[in-house]
């Protein structure tokens, strides 16, 4: 019996526009997904035409019923990103993947969410004066007081200290303290500009909750559509993938778990399956300087994410020791939220790299040679567990792996295709500190025709000290404002070859991206022995670019070897 035909919904929590006119030319519909919440709550919600929203949805859940290999791949923007910016990034992603995806197979949605950047918003027509004015005059009374009292008292006593030496010992005590409560009121007014908690607030009520709307309402046009009775078999399903970037990874990673089925018995044994909903099943997860807690690969309790990310069938992490976004904005702010007990437990994923020290005591800090860069947990054959290679690390007075951070004899997580291994070793990391590449979207002062450090000053040195984070922040700061410098957070999306690998992962997945890349006359790439070769010329590439690889086993025996996954285990793991 065919489902009865429902009343058109009543979408509000987004809208739906293309992001090129000529869809039809390109073989890949491309479209924005604009939440309409505002960045404030007295603004209105942005507009929205119901009805246009809903066939646009039903368009796109007809394209894919028709496609033979069906698949969605949706990006999301990180922190402090304005709509208009968000908006030319999803363009260079769209127009890359019309030229790599076989035609009539794959949608991009371009997510994006009310993020508000620090220095001015066009989006809201709000600049930093604005902003400013705003964040004084929403002090709750008795803060607004403090700062306006502490004020006045600081200038009234200042003056009476440089017009007369008679009261010196009353008025510096006064003068102190006035200066204190002023400072403590208005280190909170930076704190609101920094706009870092109000986009968290807005990802977690917002961000989260509308992009679960988006692929609920698809997954209803195609069940509709079909007029399924049942959820679509694994082989049918459309393949789900998503590209986050920093504080997008945490509105991917949740929604994720919101749409997890806690009721499905192999979630239940915390070895949950792809399948989402009635059609989708989770493909690729690509974070880019992921603004979430290093504690999300650590085989531990704390580990909120362990779930979601077991589902994904292949997953991506691309990182930065000089993210300085990461190391500062967001690590400083999560010090006041996160519980942790130690600085090295409150760093980012972001900020996760290949390891360059022996042990918690090695402080060599040394050149890096050339063969340090590529596949480095792949030697003559034998893969070791990326959990061994990676670490954490402020300099080379303060470094801590993995293992060190916590010891490996607790329960081990496990994913489908991959038991036994810790969540660490389901991901591939490209440790991008030292990439050199040439770059997009450079100031006219700056050489375009020669290759750069994309995210740091490419050092190739085992740790970055002290002066370097201090150039790092200066160059991101100047490049925040315009002037040209380092993006340490987002120069991956300007890089050449960067770009190829993390659009290339998300829409044709690590095997198919393999056998793109270029190969040698009469070679059998489909053969364990040709992806071998393709292997190699991935960290070739990766070498030249002063990339590290640390590469997930189940990537090496699947797509490498090609070797079937392991069935899934219905057995009950502790908790």
């Not at 992921?290 to 704390?302: G, K, L, Q, V």
Request: net charge neutral; glycine share 6%.
């Amino acid at each position: 019996m065919a489902l009865p035909c429902p009343s058109t919904p009543d979408i509000t929590q987004f809208d739906i526009s293309p992001i090129h006119q000529t869809d039809a030319s390109t073989g890949v519909p491309g479209y924005y997904i604009n939440s309409t919440a505002a960045i404030n709550i007295e603004d209105n919600p942005l507009p929205t035409d119901n009805a246009l929203v809903v066939a646009r949805i039903r368009a796109i859940a007809d394209y894919l019923i028709a496609s033979s290999e069906p698949q969605v791949v949706i990006s999301i923007h990180g922190y402090g990103t304005q709509r208009s910016d968000a908006q030319q990034r999803y363009q260079k992603i769209h127009n890359h993947a019309a030229t790599i995806c076989k035609p009539q197979t794959s949608v991009f949605l371009g997510y994006l969410w009310p993020s508000e950047k620090p220095t001015g918003d066009q989006s809201s027509n709000s600049s930093l004066q604005t902003k400013l004015w705003d964040a004084v005059n929403a002090l709750p009374v008795l803060l607004g007081g403090i700062i306006s009292g502490g004020f006045i008292l600081s200038v009234i006593t200042a003056f009476f200290l440089i017009k007369t030496d008679d009261f010196n010992a009353l008025l510096t005590p006064i003068l102190i303290a006035s200066m204190l409560a002023f400072t403590f009121v208005f280190t909170l007014v930076l704190l609101r500009l920094s706009t870092y908690f109000r986009d968290h607030y807005r990802a977690t009520n917002y961000g989260v909750l509308d992009l679960v709307e988006l692929i609920r309402q698809l997954d209803q046009a195609v069940s509709e559509k079909l007029e399924l009775k049942e959820p679509l078999s694994k082989e049918r399903r459309i393949k789900l993938s998503f590209i986050g970037h920093s504080m997008g990874c945490f509105i991917v990673t949740n929604t994720i778990r919101i749409l997890s089925d806690v009721f499905d018995t192999n979630s239940i044994a915390q070895n949950p399956p792809s399948e989402i909903g009635r059609v989708f099943s989770l493909g690729r997860l690509v974070l880019v300087a992921p603004d979430i807690p290093a504690e999300s690969i650590m085989p531990r309790r704390a580990n909120f994410l362990r779930s979601s990310l077991r589902r994904c069938e292949e997953a991506y992490v691309f990182s930065n020791e000089g993210d300085m976004a990461l190391r500062l904005a967001s690590t400083t702010a999560n010090y006041f939220s996160f519980p942790a007990r130690k600085r090295s437990s409150g760093y980012r994923l972001g900020n996760v790299t290949a390891k360059h020290f022996r042990d918690e005591h090695d402080h060599t800090n040394r050149a890096l040679p050339k063969d340090a860069y590529g596949i480095i947990n792949l030697k003559d054959g034998k893969l070791e567990p990326p959990f061994k290679c990676l670490e954490v690390r402020a300099s080379d007075r303060e470094h801590h792996s993995l293992e060190e951070l916590r010891d490996n004899k607790v329960q081990t997580e496990t994913m489908p295709g991959a038991q036994g291994d810790v969540i660490a070793d389901v991901f591939t990391y490209f440790d991008c500190t030292d990439y050199v590449d040439l770059q997009e979207g450079l100031k006219e002062s700056e050489a375009k025709d020669q290759p750069r450090g994309i995210v740091s000053f490419a050092l190739r040195k085992a740790a970055l000290n002290l002066w370097d984070y201090a150039s790092l922040n200066l160059s991101y700061f100047k490049q925040s404002l315009g002037f040209g410098g380092v993006n340490v957070h987002g120069g991956y999306f300007s890089g050449i070859w960067s770009q190829q690998m993390m659009y290339g992962l998300a829409f044709l997945g690590f095997r198919q991206f393999l056998r793109s890349l270029p190969q040698e006359p009469n070679s059998d790439s489909a053969s364990p022995e040709g992806m071998k070769e393709r292997l190699n010329v991935l960290a070739t590439y990766c070498q030249q670019k002063g990339i590290q690889v640390v590469l997930a086993p189940i990537r090496y025996e699947n797509d490498i070897l090609g070797k079937q996954p392991l069935p899934t285990s219905n057995e009950q793991l502790p908790l």
